[in-house]
């Protein structure tokens, strides 16, 4: 269209190796504390509600 201009986009930022490690593991340990979580919850929820004594 006549009379708009694009706006200037800069590039991404390029990332090294060692800072996608590192982004990785910390995502990885937030799936992992999300999971071991739920894991403690659900055993807690069985403890109450499913007592064999």
Known sequence: M???E???VQP???RTPAELEVECAIQ???IGNNL???H???KLIAKLFC???
């Open 28 to 30: 990885l340990r937030r």
């Open 51 to 53: 007592s064999g004594t």
């Open 12 to 14: 991404s930022s390029v």
């Open 2 to 4: 006549p009379g708009t």
């Open 36 to 38: 071991n979580f739920r």
């Open 6 to 8: 694009r706006k200037n």
């Open 40 to 42: 403690k919850l659900l």
